[in-house]
């Protein structure tokens, strides 16, 4: 089991996720982090400190594309470790629809 980050971080990247993740396992995009599914130890406290409720564990209902997404981008982007400076206009994207068709080209994190 691990936890993952989900489409609600895409523009938001509030990092509260980071500065409670014990195994440093978090890696950072232009416009969104990831878990690194490997080093996840699924202790689960980064969970209820998103802002955007954007992690999920594997084990709900459709995040396995999404660990697919976060294994794939853990292995392209450099580690996070400390949190830092929200989206400038984090307020406006957190919760739109959409977001990873119009970041990332897809809507299917799979393929993304
Ligand atoms: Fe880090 Fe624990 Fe969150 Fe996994 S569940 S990413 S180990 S804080
Ligand atoms: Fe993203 Fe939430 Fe962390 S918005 S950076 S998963 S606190």
Redesign the pocket.
């Known amino acids: 089991m691990t936890y993952l980050?989900t489409e609600n971080?895409i523009r938001?990247?509030?990092?509260?996720?980071?500065a409670v993740c014990p195994v440093d396992c978090f890696y950072v995009g232009e416009t969104?982090?990831v878990i690194n599914p490997d080093e996840c130890i699924d202790c689960g406290v980064c969970e209820p400190?998103?802002?955007?409720d954007?992690?999920k564990a594997d084990t709900e209902p459709g995040t396995a594309a999404w660990k697919t997404f976060n294994a794939k981008y853990a292995a392209l982007w450099p580690n996070i470790s400390e949190k830092a400076e929200p989206a400038e206009d984090a307020a406006v994207w957190d919760g739109r629809d959409g977001k990873l068709l119009e970041v990332f080209g897809d809507a299917d994190p799979a393929v993304a």
């Open positions: 980050v971080c938001c990247k509030y990092t509260d996720c980071v969104m982090l400190e998103c802002p955007a954007a992690i």
